[in-house]
């Protein structure tokens, strides 16, 4: 019991729900990081108590069954238990999971803690391959319609989060954002007012060694700083609307 009463004590004072509910949810979560499966056959015989596994596995469904909780108020509740500070490091990802014979595709927006994404809001992208800048845009509102903006320390991306309007949107709500760069997006050449490959700028550079294009450049015309770094097999490019040298 040890071990469950500073869940218990947290969920109290986040979810108005009776005594019973709230120790089980403690109980199952702590089953859940020992087992570390999403089997509820498995995490039911881990459930702390005398109960048998059969009886332990109906009550996690008629828990779940009853489960009335949305997607911003577990998001507010993460966040309320962690102690991220003032600052939040959001990462916005996709990710594929198969749920029987159902491919799931999901965007999901996630905070960084000591080197772990945790999930806070998602969404079923409802087809294969990658989110367009309507679906990014759509699941940034909703974060923001729950926390204010001035809690999001930077926003970070892979190169499959790209698109005019999606970086328009980013400047226009001022949220701070590194988002990788493919190499064969334009990027403006102020030295002959044209636009170049962004991994032709990199071309030259030392393996392993960051590089700040000067001045700003324009990027799906929107005014950022790049930042890139030969690799071996390819390029790491960065652009930013905050300072570069922390990028």
């Known amino acids: 019991m040890t071990e469950l009463s500073p869940l218990m004590t947290v969920f109290a004072a986040t979810f108005a729900w009776h005594r019973a509910r709230i120790t089980f949810l403690a109980q199952f979560l702590v089953a859940l990081v020992r087992v570390r499966t999403v089997t509820l056959t498995e995490i039911a015989a881990a459930l702390c108590g005398q109960t048998k596994p059969a009886s332990s596995y109906r009550r996690i469904q008629r828990f779940f069954q009853d489960f009335s909780l949305t997607r911003p108020q577990i998001a507010a509740a993460v966040l ?15 990710t594929n999971w198969q749920y029987g014979h159902q491919h799931l595709n999901l965007l999901v ?3 960084a803690y000591h080197g772990v994404a945790l999930p806070l809001l998602w969404m079923s992208l409802d087809k294969p391959g990658a989110s367009n800048s309507h679906e990014r845009i759509a699941l940034l509102k909703h974060f923001l319609c729950a926390f204010d903006r001035k809690r999001i320390r930077c926003l970070t991306a892979d190169r499959e989060c790209l698109g005019t309007e999606w970086i328009k949107f980013l400047k226009r709500q001022r949220i ?3 988002i990788r760069l493919k190499r064969n997006v334009l990027v403006s050449n102020p030295s002959a007012s044209s636009e170049m490959a962004a991994g ?3 071309q030259q550079c030392r393996l392993g060694e960051a590089y700040l294009l000067p ?10 700083f790049v930042v890139g770094m030969r690799m071996k097999n390819e390029f790491l490019i ?3 609307n905050i300072d570069p040298n922390t990028a």
């Open 215 to 224: 001045p700003p450049r324009r990027v799906f015309g929107m005014t950022v």
């Open 109 to 111: 927006l996630a905070v």
């Open 80 to 94: 309320q238990w962690l102690p991220l500070g003032e600052k939040w490091l959001l990462c916005l990802d996709r």
């Open 176 to 178: 701070p954002f590194r």
């Open 200 to 202: 032709r700028f990199f």
């Open 238 to 240: 960065i652009i930013t």
